[in-house]
């Protein structure tokens, strides 16, 4: 009887241990979690506030390339700015890629839902930039490649001898996207289908 004690007691303190062990082991992890996605959140909102910025200047050069393709609009003066206006579509081409590639941190971690409203806020706000940059990159790009076909059938109409203008296709997507999940295509065409 007693062993039968003394292996119940073994038994019962393993068990115990075993159950205080594992609820320690599962804090520090909670707690190494909490901190790691802290600091997620803290870095949520600083990547954004140098995103922010870079929208910016994207919208900048969207003006400046809308405001040139109407400085051009004349096929037979458009020679006097082509340069100024490739140089435009280049840079505007840049900037697509640097929205892009400075906010892979936005894009790897703005894909759930956070207990803090600002950092959520931040992740949507990255969202609906994100995506109009992209939809108005094909939507632009668009524009430009229909103004080069115009352009080279009027040099090739006129038999003029100047190099044709090559159409660009530097955006990132195809389609239009609805990368923050509304059922809407910020800055892209109505109705258009994913």
Do not use: H
């Amino acid at each position: 009887m007693k062993i039968k004690w003394v292996i119940i007691s073994i038994v019962g303190l393993g068990i115990l241990t075993t159950l205080i062990i594992g609820s320690v082991m599962f804090i520090q992890d909670f707690n190494k979690d909490n901190k790691e996605t802290l600091k997620v959140m803290g870095k949520i909102k600083d990547e954004y506030k140098n995103f922010s910025p870079i929208v910016e200047e994207f919208s900048s050069q969207r003006e400046k390339f809308y405001k040139m393709k109407e400085e051009v609009a004349f096929l037979e003066t458009f020679e006097e700015n082509r340069e100024e206006f490739e140089n435009i579509i280049l840079e505007y081409s840049d900037i697509v890629n640097k929205v892009n590639d400075d906010s892979a941190f936005l894009q790897g971690n703005c894909k759930i839902q956070y207990a803090n409203e600002s950092v959520n806020n931040a992740c949507n706000l990255f969202k609906q930039g994100y995506e109009a940059v992209m939809n108005y990159c094909l939507v632009d790009v668009e524009v430009y490649n229909n103004f080069v076909k115009e352009y080279n059938d009027y040099i090739s109409e006129n038999q003029l001898e100047v190099e044709p203008l090559k159409t660009q296709n530097f955006c990132l997507y195809k389609k239009y996207i609805d990368y923050d999940k509304d059922k809407t295509y910020l800055g892209g065409k109505e109705n258009e289908e994913e």
